[in-house]
């Protein structure tokens, strides 16, 4: 059993930056997937980065690239996303998520424990 916990969320001006991080608690040995996730009122849940092959490969959603940054502890015990030159559209609900399914960590169905969330709100 696994229990995240996020945090680091917050109001800015576009163009700002900010980092959200994510304490792990439980066992994590079995985990292979660890990313973010996040979404806006109304919206469907859309992956947003993810850390996985112990911590040595990273993908991100065309819609982020370039512009945020996710990592882990060696231990597996904080993820981070630093968030930089942020815009209005990336107002939402971050939340991080670990799965143990070997598959393709951009698949949400390889997430099995899932966060609380932070709200993230980048105004004009």
């Known amino acids: 059993q696994v229990q995240l916990v996020e945090s680091g969320g917050g109001s800015v001006q576009a163009g700002g930056s900010l980092r959200l991080s994510c304490a792990a608690s439980?066992?994590?040995?079995?985990?292979?997937?660890m990313g973010w996730f996040r979404q806006a009122p109304g919206k469907e849940r859309d992956w947003v980065a993810a850390v996985y092959a112990g911590g040595r490969l990273t993908n991100y959603a065309d819609s982020v690239q370039g512009r945020f940054t996710a990592s882990q502890e060696n231990a597996k015990t904080t993820l981070y996303l630093h968030m930089n030159s942020l815009k209005p559209e990336d107002t939402a609900m971050y939340y991080c998520?670990?799965?143990?399914?070997?598959?393709?960590?951009?698949?949400?169905?390889?997430?099995?424990?899932w966060g609380q969330g932070t709200q993230v709100t980048v105004s004009s």
């Open positions: 439980g066992y994590t040995g079995s985990t292979y997937c």
């Open positions: 998520a670990t799965g143990t399914v070997v598959a393709s960590c951009r698949l949400q169905s390889s997430y099995k424990y």
